[in-house]
Structures are given as structure tokens and as C-alpha cells.
């Protein structure tokens, strides 16, 4: 299995979305929790750790963004070298750059391709950036 004992968290707060992650990674053999709004994600992390990699949605209904949960993971030490995957519908014409500069580990955009979702996990997870803008 691609992902096996792989520890992925993901915050993401479209139920469906959370569904069909949570499918093809534990398919694959991963370990997953969620933070549905990212109001506890810091506390969630902790929980769940050690964390392989983070799966984080730039947009948020509460004018909270992927951007700044990224920059509250980024401030504890413990979580500072975790790879943060942007997994987005926002236009990546605009968040691409925007989160190479941030130091994201790479970006899928959704919708996602399941036949490719895990196999772009790996490839972050051996530190090889993914900026994938699917099919527009």
C-alpha cells in the first residue's frame, strides 16, 4: 500500500470532500483525522501526532484561510518541518504562487484525481513538490 502507517491530517470543512479523502487514503493504508473549520487544529495535531504530512483547504466559510492556519501549524516547533499540501478548489492561478512563497509543500486543486490523489501524497512525502492543477 502506498500510504501504509502513513499519519495524514486534514483540515477540511466540506463533509463530502472529507469522505472521499478520508476513502483514498485509508485505502491506501493511511491513518486520518480531520479538523472540520481549523478552529482546533493546533490541539487535534497534538493529539494525532506524529504527523507525516498535512492536507490543508485554503478556504474556509468563517473568513479564516488555509494561510493562516498554516502560519499557526508553522509556529510550533514540533509541527514547523511537517510538509503542508494545499488540496483547494480556489483559482490556482492565484494560490499557487501564493503558496510556493509560503512555503507550502506543494497544491492539488480540486476537484481531486483519485487515480492520482495517493500517488501525489508519496511524492511530497519524499519531498518532491506537487502543483497540480487538474483538469479547468
Same mark, same amino acid.
Given at each position: 500500500? *502506498?500510504?501504509? %502507517? !502513513?499519519?495524514?491530517?486534514? =483540515?477540511?470543512d466540506q463533509i463530502d470532500n472529507r469522505a472521499?479523502?478520508?476513502? +483514498?487514503?485509508?485505502?491506501? @493504508?493511511?491513518k486520518v483525522a480531520f479538523d472540520r473549520w ?5 490541539? +487535534?495535531?497534538?493529539?494525532?501526532? $506524529?504527523?507525516?504530512?498535512? *492536507?490543508? %483547504? +485554503?478556504? &474556509? $466559510?468563517?473568513?479564516?484561510? @488555509?494561510? #493562516?492556519?498554516? %502560519?499557526?501549524?508553522?509556529? =510550533?516547533?514540533? &509541527?514547523?518541518?511537517? $510538509?503542508i499540501l494545499a488540496v483547494s478548489a480556489a #483559482? ?7 503558496? !510556493?512563497? !509560503? @512555503?507550502?509543500?506543494? &497544491?492539488?486543486? !480540486? $476537484? ?11 511524492? =511530497? +512525502?519524499?519531498?518532491?513538490? =506537487?502543483?497540480?492543477? @487538474?483538469?479547468?
Amino acid at each position: 500500500m *502506498l500510504l501504509n %502507517d !502513513k499519519h495524514i491530517f486534514v =483540515v477540511e470543512d466540506q463533509i463530502d470532500n472529507r469522505a472521499i479523502v478520508r476513502i +483514498l487514503l485509508e485505502q491506501n @493504508g493511511a491513518k486520518v483525522a480531520f479538523d472540520r473549520w481549523g478552529n482546533d487544529t493546533l490541539r +487535534l495535531l497534538h493529539l494525532f501526532a $506524529p504527523v507525516d504530512i498535512i *492536507l490543508l %483547504d +485554503l478556504m &474556509f $466559510p468563517n473568513k479564516f484561510t @488555509g494561510y #493562516d492556519i498554516f %502560519d499557526q501549524i508553522r509556529a =510550533v516547533p514540533k &509541527f514547523a518541518n511537517i $510538509p503542508i499540501l494545499a488540496v483547494s478548489a480556489a #483559482d490556482p492561478s492565484e494560490a499557487i504562487p501564493k503558496t !510556493k512563497r !509560503k @512555503g507550502f509543500a506543494g &497544491f492539488i486543486a !480540486k $476537484p481531486i484525481d483519485y487515480e492520482l490523489f495517493a500517488h501525489q501524497i508519496v511524492q =511530497v +512525502l519524499n519531498q518532491e513538490p =506537487v502543483w497540480h492543477i @487538474g483538469e479547468r
